[in-house]
């Protein structure tokens, strides 16, 4: 589907939405994004798409969206489905695909693509694809597609998506280059929210989501969604890889020489 689309749907994808009127080159990427997501959905027939950035960690972030329910994006995010979604960007990046099918990804992810394909089936959608386009060879931002009609073609929609994509990463290359400032919004798009460091103490001490939800007095949905951007923000995959990354940094921090009065 878009399925970075969900993985980040219900907290960041909205939230992006509501914030259209950023500045400089942010705006001009989203506009970017909006028109190319028109585009390539139109072209391939598709009918949901979702186009995003990728940062740190390769995490999926600044979704535009493009015909797909919120109800759907919430419950890619309730049932944690980017554990098994074959077209995470996550799977994707390290095998080098440019754009792949689900259908595809199947006999690399068996296990994953039955699941998600059931997920899929239960909201009305048919088939999904996704794209990842790169600059100066790293992974910037990718594509979601998803088809809720007619289930397409799979040769011909591999050889158009395959030069759509090529068409797309070039224009998206030149307008990278002028536009892209990482480090400039690195810090903001990844600093923790004061619940969210919360939430990372209660992890590092071993809480699982039961327990952190009894001990923060919220919901265990809100916990996953706390879970999901923390991962997301800190590029890891786990609770083991974030510990060793929250200890790791705090133990820098005791060690570098503190400024004199």
Request: hydrophobic share 40%; with cysteine; net charge positive.
């Amino acid at each position: 589907m878009a399925y970075r689309l969900h993985r980040d749907y219900a907290v960041g994808a909205v939230h992006n939405m509501s914030h259209i009127e950023t500045q400089g080159g942010d705006a001009l990427i989203d506009r970017f994004g909006d028109e190319t997501t028109r585009t390539i959905c139109r072209a391939l027939g598709a009918e949901w798409g979702a186009f995003y950035r990728i940062g740190r960690g390769q995490q999926p972030f600044g979704f535009r969206i493009h015909g797909i329910p919120r109800e759907f994006g919430m419950a890619y995010t309730r049932l944690d489905m980017q554990h098994v979604d074959p077209l995470h960007p996550f799977q994707l990046l390290p095998r080098k695909h440019g754009f792949l099918t689900i259908g595809a990804a199947r006999a690399e992810n068996p296990t994953g693509y039955r699941d998600f394909v059931s997920f899929l089936r239960s909201h009305g959608a048919q088939d999904a694809a996704e794209m990842i386009f790169t600059w100066q060879g790293k992974a910037v931002a990718g594509l979601g597609i998803v088809w809720t009609g007619k289930k397409p073609e799979h040769r011909a929609t591999v050889e158009l998506g395959s030069t759509l994509h090529g068409y797309v990463e070039f224009n998206l290359g030149a307008m990278w280059r002028e536009t892209v400032q990482p480090d400039a919004s690195a810090d903001a798009e990844f600093a923790f929210t004061s619940r969210e460091e919360e939430v990372i103490r209660v992890v590092c001490r071993g809480f699982t989501n039961e327990q952190i939800a009894s001990y923060l007095n919220i919901a265990i949905s809100t916990v996953k969604t706390h879970l999901i951007n923390i991962f997301r923000k800190a590029g890891v995959g786990s609770r083991g890889e974030l510990i060793s990354r929250t200890l790791s940094t705090a133990a820098l921090r005791a060690h570098s020489p503190q400024p004199s009065n």
